[in-house]
């Protein structure tokens, strides 16, 4: 089976009727096909804090598709809806987000296909007991570059990387104490051309209870580069548990997290808490832990840019009071180092020094660094995907034609 690719998702694959952007300002269940021809004019935006569902829709515009700010309290449900980002026509923007949200009440996101979009952001805004899902979707091409207006892309920088906005697949901020925050059976898949992804998911001030964890789980994310794979410096990857210098807080810290059954293939880095305290990385069984694969090539090139497979590390210095008890047991990992062509196993493969219990973690039997993964191996570990996809009958993406 080849490496998977991000071909894009097109509307025009059936004959779509489009209306003008949508202000809803009620509650209610909305259907239908809109788009927006302005940077700063998302397709769909909700000016209510009654329960709104938008479904069996189509979308597509150079700003955000649908947007709640500067409504707060929101209660959104969007399921079963096609998004497509055209490039935007202001020197300086970025392709536009699928969903932002600022202080909701409530977020739902499921089943829906995007392509080309800088992803899904939700700003908690420090509210307690928000539950989130965003439960089998498809992103292709999560892209931060900003444009230069006609039809291109700003010039490249002093490291060789074109100038981008730190863009994720999904970004939550500041949601402490949730009721129910669940990141589960999705799938990223960007291309090292036509993509400029961040960390694919990254918490920041996130956390559940002690009895109620926040979980990120059995994702499939194939794929995050710097955006010239030349260029050696990349802070991007698979999933990030992050922080902020300012924040000394511990109630800002990540906390009460599961992070389990996700595939992390052809990044630069796998899986990462920078912040936090009682996070696990993995699980008691090789069933239930965290596959991180990366051959260090891709179709176009070497991927020069390299961070760990597995990284536990108090990053921004708060020291123990708030960094502890994280975990990484059982996980899976094959990475190699673009820069050496080496697993360097276990050296900055797995990058730990601030794990509480770290156990289990190994690379793939007999793969050594005379023996390194390959696009071929990837490629596996997609098919793996789609078995265990059927194997829990579990459908991914949206049903229209063209998701």
């Known amino acids: 089976m080849p490496t998977p690719t991000s071909t894009p998702v097109t509307a025009s694959t059936s004959p779509i009727v489009y209306s003008a952007p949508i202000t809803i300002s009620s509650g209610g269940t909305y259907s239908g096909n809109w788009e927006s021809t302005d940077d700063n004019?998302?397709?769909?935006?909700?000016?209510?804090?009654?329960?709104?569902?938008?479904?069996?829709?189509?979308?597509?515009?150079?700003?955000?598709?649908?947007?709640?700010?500067?409504?707060?309290?929101?209660?959104?449900?969007?399921?079963?809806c096609v998004g497509v980002a055209l490039h935007p026509r202001t020197d300086g923007d970025i392709p536009g987000l699928f969903f932002s949200a600022v202080h909701p009440a409530y977020i739902d996101i499921e089943?829906?296909?995007?392509?080309?979009?800088?992803?899904?952001?939700?700003?908690?805004?420090?509210?307690?007991?928000?539950?989130?899902?965003?439960?089998?979707?498809?992103?292709y091409n999560i892209d931060g570059r900003y444009s230069n207006g006609a039809g291109g892309f700003q010039a490249l920088d002093a490291h060789g990387m074109y100038p981008r906005q730190l863009r994720q697949f999904v970004q939550i901020t500041y949601a402490p104490n949730a009721a129910h925050i669940e990141i589960g059976w999705n799938q990223v898949i960007n291309?090292?051309?036509?993509?400029?992804?961040?960390?694919?998911?990254?918490?920041?001030?996130?956390?559940?209870?002690?009895?109620?964890?926040?979980?990120?789980?059995?994702?499939?994310?194939?794929?995050?580069?710097?955006?010239r794979l030349s260029a050696s410096h990349y802070?991007?990857?698979?999933?990030?548990?992050?922080?902020?210098?300012?924040?000394?807080?511990?109630?800002?810290?990540?906390?009460?997290?599961?992070?389990?059954?996700?595939?992390?293939?052809?990044?630069?880095?796998?899986?990462?808490?920078?912040?936090?305290?009682d996070i696990t990385i993995g699980g008691g069984s090789y069933s239930y832990a965290n596959r991180i694969i990366s051959s260090g090539k891709t179709p176009i090139g070497d991927i020069k840019s390299y961070n760990d497979a597995i990284n536990i590390s108090d990053s921004y210095g708060h020291g123990g009071d708030h960094f502890y008890n994280n975990n990484a047991t059982n996980n899976y990992a094959a990475h190699v180092n673009g820069a050496t062509q080496k697993l360097n196993y276990p050296g900055d493969m797995y990058y730990i020094p601030g794990c509480?219990?770290?156990?289990?973690?190994?690379?793939?039997?007999?793969?050594?660094?005379?023996?390194?993964?390959?696009?071929a191996d990837e490629a596996a570990e997609y098919a793996l995907w789609t078995a265990k996809l059927a194997q829990s009958g579990v459908s991914i993406g949206s049903t229209l034609p063209g998701g």
């Open 235 to 277: 802070s991007g990857g698979g999933i990030t548990m992050d922080g902020a210098a300012g924040d000394t807080t511990l109630a800002l810290k990540n906390g009460y997290i599961d992070i389990y059954g996700n595939a992390v293939i052809n990044d630069s880095a796998g899986i990462g808490i920078s912040e936090g305290h």
């Open 111 to 139: 089943n829906n296909t995007m392509t080309q979009t800088s992803g899904i952001q939700i700003k908690g805004d420090h509210v307690s007991g928000l539950t989130i899902n965003i439960l089998r979707n498809k992103a």
């Open 41 to 80: 004019t998302p397709a769909v935006r909700i000016n209510t804090a009654a329960p709104v569902t938008i479904q069996n829709c189509y979308l597509k515009g150079p700003g955000v598709l649908i947007q709640t700010y500067p409504t707060a309290n929101v209660n959104v449900t969007v399921k079963n």
């Open 191 to 227: 291309d090292p051309a036509d993509s400029a992804v961040e960390d694919n998911i990254n918490l920041c001030g996130v956390n559940g209870t002690p009895g109620n964890h926040v979980t990120i789980h059995d994702n499939y994310i194939h794929g995050g580069y710097a955006n």
């Open 356 to 375: 509480n219990v770290c156990a289990g973690n190994i690379p793939p039997n007999g793969w050594s660094e005379s023996y390194l993964p390959t696009m």
